[in-house]
């Protein structure tokens, strides 16, 4: 079973920036889509945007984050990434990654991501 961890929340000023990292262990990695996921306090945990298996493949981003955010991936690393550049107060959640629709594996402990000034 793949595990999943988790990195670069934190507290930043609206239309800061952040930059998180989703490390996953196995072989597996690769040859999955991977996926970020976000939920805020009340609300069901949501898809944010997705990557093909490989690098530098297809994406998607909901439409609430297109252009402020970037998912890409480094398969000899087998971690994936999210920048996220002009940060907003309804950006905050906790953010999770997993694979791309459906999530397979078990969640990680996700990174919380607050925004406020």
């Known amino acids: 079973q793949v595990q999943v961890v988790e990195s670069g929340g934190g507290l930043v000023q609206p239309g800061g920036s952040l930059r998180l990292s989703c490390a996953a262990s196995?072989?597996?990695?690769?040859?999955?889509?991977m996926g970020w996921y976000r939920q805020a306090p009340g609300k069901q945990r949501e898809l944010v945007a997705g990557?093909?298996?490989?690098?530098?493949?297809?994406?998607y981003y909901r439409d609430s984050v297109k252009g402020r955010f970037t998912i890409s991936r480094d398969n000899a690393k087998n971690t994936v990434y999210l920048q996220m550049n002009s940060l907003k107060p309804e950006d905050t959640a906790v953010y999770y990654c997993?694979?791309?629709?459906?999530?397979?594996?078990?969640w990680g402990q996700g990174t919380q991501v607050t925004v406020s000034s």
């Open positions: 997993n694979t791309y629709l459906p999530a397979r594996w078990d």
């Open positions: 196995g072989s597996a990695f690769s040859i999955y889509a």
């Open positions: 990557i093909s298996s490989s690098s530098g493949g297809s994406t």
